[in-house]
């Protein structure tokens, strides 16, 4: 089956992006004229635009709506009011056999009691909205929006002035969102928040005002060196940061206790899916946490490759790898056994194609955060 377009598709292949598939959609890995480096660095001194309409959207309305998703999903939404958003996890329930797995994890948006919108990932909406819909109580509807809304990203120390540029609202607490009119008019939530560790913000729009959206912000930003940047950037970007993937930090077979998530699970809540092996697998420790690696030579880490002890004893596995433009060396994310008493400051090794490269353990973020 041939993979989903943006509503953008045509202004990428224009601009010379290197497309892939990502999540079932065509979408830009890096752009012609820098590459992922020069993307990465825009972001982080300047700012870059990503075009993440892959980015599932759903919504869930009715009487009682939002007291229903937070009886499903793992965050506390009573820890947010109206026109804020929040990260959770859709984790599988209690019973099966692979309980407090993570089957996504995703964006709430906060409309009020009665209305909701959810932003999973690309792999995962339809399984995220099934499973929702499943569940909803008589007068809650759940409806699956994903070719219907374009998502963009606007990010790094400039994007406000961006926005500001548009007559765009930008001047939002952290995980906080508005509606407001931007190109031509067309009606943009406007969320600060994203995916990179900088100050910035997430756009929604209806899939057919996108373009018109994607050419302002091009031009507004134009003085201010804005770079179109495509997903090889998004994950150097949230690498650094420590931010987990789906399918690599998180998975139906990695929870959030394992994966250092437990931060986004209302452990006080009576009910959400996956509750009580989550639970239980926190009293009794994970056998396996989340840690960062740092390069202290040449090699890369990345993903799949077999972390070993001074011994050569394999202790773990990367989730995640890559060379880190900020910091100029490999950096990864992985899985390590809690029984091998591995602390931060470590020296372990990571088995790239049969070489041992000697890396540091570090509690992530690599790179400081910026996002608050």
């Known amino acids: 089956m041939s993979p989903l377009t943006s509503p953008l598709h045509d202004r990428h292949v224009a601009a010379g992006a290197k497309l892939a598939d990502f999540g079932g959609w065509s979408m830009p890995i890096e752009y012609a004229g820098g590459g992922v480096l020069a993307e990465h660095t825009a972001v982080r001194e300047g700012v870059g635009l990503f075009d993440v309409s892959h980015l599932g959207t759903g919504t869930v309305r009715g009487p009682g709506a939002a007291a229903f998703v937070d009886s499903c999903l793992t965050n506390d939404l009573s820890r947010i009011g109206p026109g804020q958003a929040q990260y959770t996890l859709c984790c599988l329930p209690d019973g099966d056999p692979r309980a407090g797995g993570v089957v996504d994890d995703l964006i709430v948006y906060l409309h009020g009691p009665d209305d909701v919108l959810l932003v999973p990932n690309a792999a995962n909406a339809a399984d995220v909205l099934g499973r929702l819909a499943a569940e909803a109580p008589a007068g809650v509807a759940v409806e699956n929006r994903h070719e219907e809304v374009a998502v963009l990203a606007v990010q790094g120390p400039r994007s406000l002035q961006v926005l500001e540029l548009l007559g765009l609202p930008g001047e939002l607490s952290y995980m906080s969102f508005v509606t407001g009119a931007g190109a031509g008019g067309a009606e943009v939530t406007v969320c600060r928040t994203g995916y990179t560790g900088e100050h910035g913000y997430e756009l929604l729009v209806a899939a057919e005002r996108a373009g018109e959206l994607w050419d302002a912000l091009l031009e507004a930003g134009q003085d201010l060196g804005v770079r179109p940047c495509g997903l090889g950037a998004r994950d150097t970007l949230r690498t650094e940061m420590g931010y987990p993937l789906h399918g690599h930090e ?3 077979d990695i929870t959030p206790v394992q994966a250092r998530a437990g931060w986004a699970v209302g452990w006080k809540k009576p009910a959400f899916w996956g509750r009580e092996a989550l639970l239980a697998e926190r009293e ?4 396996r946490l989340l840690w960062g690696l740092k390069a202290t030579g040449r090699g890369i880490p ?9 011994a050569g004893e394999p202790v773990g596995e990367t989730t995640s790898g890559t060379f880190s433009p900020t ?5 990864a994310l992985a899985l390590l056994d809690s029984g091998a008493g591995i602390e931060q400051g470590a020296e372990l090794a990571v088995d790239v194609r049969g070489r041992p490269q000697v890396v540091e ?3 992530p973020p690599f790179v400081p955060s910026h996002v608050r």
């Open 250 to 252: 998180l998975s139906l």
């Open 284 to 287: 009794a420790g994970p056998a």
């Open 302 to 310: 990345r993903a799949g490759m077999a972390v070993l002890d001074a």
């Open 327 to 331: 910091l100029k060396t490999g950096i």
């Open 361 to 363: 353990v570090v509690k």
